[in-house]
């Protein structure tokens, strides 16, 4: 028993060492800002010298898919707003590389963190500051050293660091008490020293290169759970319409032998991995006659859908569709989103556009319960 603790200490203690590796020291106060040239979501791309009229240079180490990044979106349009004019400039840098990201810690997101998804995010928020990708190299975000999402770094006219750290010191807008950045550029426009200079950083951790395999091990993890399937009799529709589980339910009626549901399949078992760690869950129900049971089960097993499988109990499909749904006339593919009080907060006949749901499970999810 001696030796299993001391072998377990002892992988613990390497794996604390290759994770602290992995992570590049941050820019010391003081030091100059490394030059970077990066593609920004404009298709323009942008360097150092495009902002050396600038007395001050607010760079912020952001992302798409964290939820503390993605509370702190408006006050850094709000940041650029009020600068604007002032020889502000603020810029923001995506560090993550989007291959290192597994499906779990995209649970209170819409995008992922590709760049064509931080083209549309800052499209839909309308973003009033550069917003460039570094993730297939990470080489500049590397020399800057950020910690977390967000992170900001401001620079002097000389482009000497005088602060890293947090924005603010709440990522809810209504708790913050001490505006750090904020106090730093005021101080800085007005030639006096930084009233501190670094700070912690609360935030999702940056997903640096590297981790491919340990995006394949979870992955190679889902493939292994188990796939089921159960009849779903009348009582059975109407208690799921019905939703009294206490979760964001959504439910997709299919076929195999209906090509659209098919073709959407996977993506739907996607969005179970992202949000069935919230409360939030994902049932599937196939409208194939009782006797293509294993057919139907075949092909959720080739899709690893491990989330909660129906098939229809009976050839008479009429009180089976009145029972889930009486304005439902039957055509699939038909997805309900359903609240935990019974109530459809997104309903599609045909294919779902993937993006519209991922937006309305983020938006009720947050809504009842925020990070």
């Known amino acids: 028993m001696k030796h299993l603790f001391s072998s377990i ?40 010298k495009d902002f050396a009229a600038s007395k001050v240079l607010a760079i912020v ?15 850094i349009k709000q940041l650029t707003a009020d600068y604007k004019g002032k020889g502000v400039s603020v810029i923001a840098i995506s560090p993550n590389d989007p291959k290192s990201v597994t499906p779990n810690e995209l649970g209170y997101t ?25 993730g297939d190299t990470e080489a500049v975000s590397r020399s800057y050293g950020p910690v977390a999402t967000p992170h900001i770094f401001i620079f002097d006219a000389e482009r000497k660091l005088r602060y890293q750290g947090r924005i603010d ?6 708790s913050v008490k001490v505006q750090d950045a904020r ?18 950083v ?12 340990t995006v394949k091990r979870y992955m190679d993890k889902l493939a292994t759970e188990p796939v089921t399937i159960s009849k779903a009799d009348a009582g059975t529709l109407k208690a799921l319409r019905k939703n009294e589980s206490g979760k964001l339910r959504l439910v997709n009626v299919w076929a195999t032998w209906c090509a659209p549901c098919v073709a959407e399949f996977d993506e739907l078992v996607t969005l179970n991995r992202m949000y069935r760690g919230r ?62 009080e019974g109530k459809v907060v997104y309903k599609e006949m045909g294919s779902v556009d993937t993006l519209a749901l991922k937006r309305a499970i983020v938006k009720e999810l947050n809504a009842r319960k925020p990070w």
Not at 62 to 71: D, E, F, K, R
Not at 183 to 197: F, G, H, M, Q, S
Not at 202 to 213: H, M
Request: negative net charge; contains cysteine.
């Open 9 to 48: 200490a002892a992988a613990l203690v390497l794996t604390v060492a290759v994770r602290a590796a992995d992570q590049p020291p941050t820019l010391a106060i003081g030091s100059k800002a490394p030059d970077f040239t990066l593609p920004g979501v404009d298709d323009r791309n942008y360097s150092l």
């Open 279 to 340: 409360d939030f869950e994902f049932v599937a129900v196939a409208m194939n006659r009782p006797d293509e049971e294993k057919d139907v089960l075949k092909f959720l097993q080739k899709q690893q859908a491990s989330n909660r499988n129906l098939i229809f109990a009976s050839d008479d499909r009429d009180p089976l569709i009145n029972a889930f749904d009486p304005e439902w006339a039957g055509p699939v593919p038909y997805t309900l989103l359903i609240s935990p």
């Open 61 to 75: 180490f952001t992302c798409n898919h964290c939820p503390s990044a993605q509370y702190y979106e408006g006050r």
């Open 183 to 200: 106090n730093v550029i005021d101080a800085l426009l007005a030639d006096k020293e930084p009233p501190v200079t670094s700070t912690k």
């Open 110 to 134: 819409d995008f992922g963190d590709s760049f064509p998804e931080m083209k549309l995010r800052a499209k839909d928020a309308g973003f009033n500051f550069p917003y460039l990708y570094d």
């Open 202 to 213: 609360i935030g999702c951790s940056v997903k640096w290169a590297g981790k491919a395999e």
């Open 169 to 174: 010191d709440s990522e809810r807008i209504q």
